[in-house]
């Protein structure tokens, strides 16, 4: 009993240091939230590759890729970014999954708009984003990467769809290291809605590219219901290890 009261103790101690820490957040960024945007600036096209969004040096991206993806076939059609996962786009990001500041979700969607240029416009054009499991849903009290595909599909005139839906619950991608890991762990995680996307083109949606093993098998269930062409937006790329340009 004892062992039991000291535990409820210390769950609602963790509540409230959590929830205090929440308030605090909110207070120190509610004031500088804009500002922070106003100062921060989206990646130029050029500042990476288009095929896998890794970070690239001056011409070092081509049309068939960079030092990293050259060679190698990717699932998608590119790769729009506003950012390298660093500061301080991964403590955005952070706080919009973690610390309830889903407003970060719209906010990151309009930009991704902008930075996808022309291509998000058109006919027969769907934007869609990777879907989170009914619990960790539920438990956030919001899906972020359907907010930032919302808001992407609004700002660029293009409709909105959810066109995927995750068949099982899975580990949290960031609790895991290696690639081969990762895959395992998404495998046959999703399924497509039934559409047909014959000659459509799709905006796939995400906060975060690491691996991109997620993303692969979202876009080949999109392709296999007939998506001509899949573009992946995302907020931010993990720089792969190896390429000169992840954080140490
Ligand atoms: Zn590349």
Known sequence: MLGMSISAKQVVRTWWAAMAEALLEDCE???????????????????????????AGEGAATESGCPHCRGQSVAWDGVVRLDAYESPMDEWIRRMKFRRMWTWGPWFGRQLAMASGGRLRGGRTV?????????????????????????????????????????RWTTSQSKLKSQHKRAANVKDAFAMKPVDLTGWTVWLVDDVKTTGSTLRQCVRLLKNAGAERVFVAVAAVADPKGSGFERS
Do not use: F, N
């Open 127 to 167: 934007v869609t984003g990777v879907p989170l499991h009914w619990r960790r849903r539920w438990s956030r009290g919001y899906d972020q990467a359907w907010l930032m595909a919302k808001a992407m599909g609004e700002a660029g005139g293009v409709p909105v769809s959810r066109l995927l839906e995750r068949r």
């Open 29 to 55: 960024t509610s004031g500088d939230i804009a500002a922070k945007q106003a100062m921060w600036r989206a990646d130029e096209a050029d500042a990476y590759c288009g095929r896998c969004g890794a970070s």
